[in-house]
């Protein structure tokens, strides 16, 4: 079966850097446009990056471009979100997605505090 698992988040000062994994498993996952999402508590999720099956074509939210970095390693199966200048606002859970389909990882938690 089709799972999504992140990894990578964890407790981050402002101004720092994490790099976020998804790793993929049950489906082909070159064939597949990804994305990460991410949500905060009483919030709707949202959509922070997206990433084409070969990985030629890239989104991001407003609020993150030129801040997140979303990138793809198809032998591997995995994803990336590269997070830099990292902001309090920016805590979150992020989430993996094959976009447009209802599949989800299970999360990683992201805090940015001092």
């Known amino acids: 079966q089709v799972q999504l698992v992140e990894s990578g988040g964890g407790l981050v000062q402002p101004g720092g850097s994490l790099r976020l994994s998804c790793v993929a498993s049950?489906?082909?996952?070159?064939?597949?446009?990804m994305a990460w999402y991410r949500q905060i508590p009483g919030k709707e999720r949202e959509l922070v990056a997206s990433?084409?099956?070969?990985?030629?074509?890239?989104n991001y939210a407003d609020s993150v471009k030129g801040q997140f970095t979303i990138s793809r390693d198809n032998p591997k199966n995995t994803v990336y979100l590269q997070m830099d200048t990292l902001k309090p606002e920016d805590t979150a859970v992020y989430y993996c997605r094959i976009l447009g389909r209802p599949f989800w990882g299970q999360g990683t938690q992201v805090t940015v505090s001092s």
């Open positions: 990433i084409s099956a070969i990985g030629g074509r890239t």
């Open positions: 049950g489906f082909n996952f070159s064939s597949y446009a």
